[in-house]
């Protein structure tokens, strides 16, 4: 391969899996847009989807099906662990962040952060589920293989540079959601509600939004949100294991934070940029110096521009 | 007025008889071994406390600054390296290395917002895990630095063997940073740390130089966090590999900490008994016993109890956070319920 075709090839992974990344730090993003929480289980929640969606395949025997089949089965997926992330989220809220909304933020974050472990309990237990997926259940904590449903095929034809239907079906899911979440958000009663509790909850109460229920309903989307990822990871990358909750959760909130934490189209530009410096510093750099290049680049935007890229500066309220 | 002990008075004198009590018992209800860890997570988590519990900033990776102290003292007394200063002048070092670690870190970080600032540290100790992984040339990689020294008191180098010669050593080394943290605590500077995390505003007002009070608090814990490192490695006489120091023993620092009573040494050091009772005595006897039945092992993940740890620590937080704020043994100066 030429040096070009090296780098357009690491362009093309690192836009895909920037893409993921883009969607699960949505959910982080409108989060701590809405409730200021950086909710620490996303990650996980998303890791249990991938694990929903792996028990469905091995329940349903969808990699003995026709191809045209698979595909039905795919969607099935998608619209599966896009209900229980959704509602998995929803119900953290409910359970373990709304009785502390007059709360410390900080007793919040711990509260998060004891849910994520949890969430990494649950996934290592379920990976113990005695089916074939997962290897009979014998080794709980092991990696599990993802069937590649998705064929591998140069759709480029002879071309050194590889772009696979999993590069397409990854943009066919991100990007529609992306477009519905920004309508969403800018143009129905719902995103209205949403950014009035963002800007001030308790004018927002005031003026008879009912605040919880449009938390809940953030949660639920942004859960939703990851669960549609978790879906797309499992194809395009073909493992997935209990412990990957945290590695994509920290990969997407540093691309929440570099894109301006609370804004949007942030999230979207964040996660295709990580997904790149990932894919380049793999090639580049060392693979085993990526997660220090992201971590550190999450430090330092952090120290020196906190509004990250596409955020507003806000002045604290005391 | 009659003078009546206090809860940690209790608790070190009945730590001071345990070894005595187990001279009678079966070798098989021995804890003695388990309890040394209480002591030492109990120093790393009275750390914790002065930054979190004290000074109210929350710090997702003291297991850093522990993995600094440990390589720290490693690197100052083991024989591969030139300097080999020995124990005690090494393990007094690993206090000033500590803090400047803090310094370093927390002087460009401190005037981040709380969550903002959590996730620095975490982000932090990730990084400090994945350098000493991958400098191979200084740090041996995942194998870590071996062998490193023990305290030569009375001629002979302690051994693994020499229990409760390390246990009584852990003991008195948690009794000398209780009564300093206690001293701390009704200092100026402790006042001044409760004052930043009631109100920064209201303390900045009254004159409170906020940045250097957190420094100091930030130094503080990094320090006795690479006390600790340092205590670790030497009774492992092995720094052990990098992820030895991951997030997981963060969080397990932070359980202690809030499940125990956040801002109260009394508090802490219930933490570390309930905590690593949980961890390493309960979990380790119940996995032993299972397997001794028969029913243990690989074959079904739900009845291994090694399996439930990050469940009992992520229950330990969603619970104390909601239930008990101010955790089992709240502090004499109660925090302001918000």
Aim: net charge positive; proline share 4%.
């Amino acid at each position: 391969m030429e040096p070009y075709e090296v780098f357009l090839q690491q362009l093309v992974t690192g836009l895909s899996n920037g893409m993921i990344i883009a969607l699960i730090a949505l959910g982080y993003t409108m989060v701590y847009g809405i409730i200021e929480l950086i909710n620490f289980a996303h990650g996980d929640v998303f890791m249990l989807g991938a694990f929903l969606a792996l028990t469905l395949l091995g329940a349903l025997g969808m990699e003995a099906w026709a191809p045209g089949w698979q595909l039905a089965g795919v969607v099935l997926m998608l619209v599966s662990s896009a209900a229980f992330c959704g509602s998995f989220n929803w119900s953290l809220d409910r359970l373990a962040y709304r009785p502390l909304r007059r709360a410390s933020k900080l007793s919040l974050l711990v509260s998060a952060i004891g849910c994520s472990f949890i969430c990494t309990n649950l996934g290592l237990f379920w990976g113990g589920a005695p089916m074939e997926v997962f290897a009979g259940g014998v080794a709980a904590a092991a990696p599990k293989d993802f069937p590649q449903l998705i064929p591998q095929y140069n759709l480029l034809g002879e071309s050194a540079i590889r772009i696979v239907p999993a590069d397409v079906a990854v943009l066919a899911v991100t990007l529609p959601l992306m477009i519905a979440l920004v309508y969403l958000v800018k143009r129905t009663r719902l995103g209205r509600a949403m950014r009035a509790v963002a800007q001030d909850s308790t004018a927002a109460a005031l003026m008879g939004i009912p605040v919880d229920r449009v938390i809940g309903t953030t949660f639920f989307i942004g859960g939703a949100l990851g669960g549609f990822a978790s879906v797309v990871y499992a194809l395009y990358n073909n493992t997935i294991g209990f412990q990957m909750g945290y590695r994509a959760g920290m990969d997407a909130f540093t691309a929440a934070v570099l894109g301006g934490i609370g804004s949007l189209p942030g999230a979207v530009l964040g996660g295709l940029l990580i997904g790149c410096v990932r894919s380049m510093s793999d090639q580049y750099v060392e693979l085993r110096w990526t997660n220090t290049i992201v971590f550190g680049i999450l430090v330092l935007i952090l120290i020196f521009r906190p509004s990250g890229l596409l955020g507003s500066t806000r002045r604290e309220k005391v | 007025m009659r003078w009546r002990p206090g809860p940690i008075v209790c608790i070190v004198g009945i730590a001071a008889i345990l070894p005595l009590v187990e001279l009678v018992l079966p070798p098989a209800a021995h804890v003695s071994e388990a309890v040394r860890g209480v002591f030492l997570y109990a120093i790393l988590a009275l750390g914790l406390n002065i930054v979190t519990g004290y000074a109210g900033l929350l710090n997702l990776g003291i297991a850093a600054f522990m993995a600094i102290g440990a390589y720290g003292f490693a690197i100052l007394t083991c024989e591969i390296y030139p300097f080999q200063v020995g124990f005690w002048p090494g393990i007094l070092l690993t206090l000033p290395i500590g803090a400047l670690a803090g310094f370093l870190l927390g002087a460009p970080t401190l005037r981040l917002r709380g969550d903002y600032l959590a996730i620095v540290t975490l982000g932090f100790g990730e990084i400090v895990q994945d350098v000493l992984k991958n400098l191979e040339v200084v740090t041996k990689g995942t194998q870590g630095i071996n062998p490193v020294p023990a305290p030569a008191i009375g001629g002979t180098m302690w051994t693994a063997d020499d229990e409760y010669k390390w246990y009584y050593l852990f003991l008195a080394l948690l009794v000398v940073v209780i009564v300093a943290i206690r001293n701390l605590e009704r200092s100026r500077l402790g006042r001044a740390w409760f004052s930043i995390r009631e109100d920064e505003l209201a303390s900045r007002a009254m004159g409170i130089r906020v940045e250097r009070i957190k420094m100091l608090a930030f130094s503080a814990a990094a320090a006795l966090a690479a006390f600790a490192g340092g205590l670790s490695a030497s009774v492992l006489s092995s720094t052990g590999e990098p992820s030895n120091y991951d997030f997981q023993v963060s969080i397990l620092a932070l359980c202690i900490v809030i499940v125990g009573g956040i801002g109260s040494i009394a508090g802490v050091l219930v933490g570390a008994l309930v905590m690593i009772g949980l961890n390493s005595i309960v979990l380790v006897k119940a996995t032993a016993a299972l397997e001794a039945l028969g029913i243990g092992g690989s074959a079904n993940v739900l009845l291994s109890p090694n399996n439930w740890k990050y469940l009992i620590f992520g229950l330990a937080l969603v619970l104390a956070v909601r239930l008990k704020p101010n955790g089992l043994v709240p502090p004499r100066i109660e925090r302001r319920a918000t």
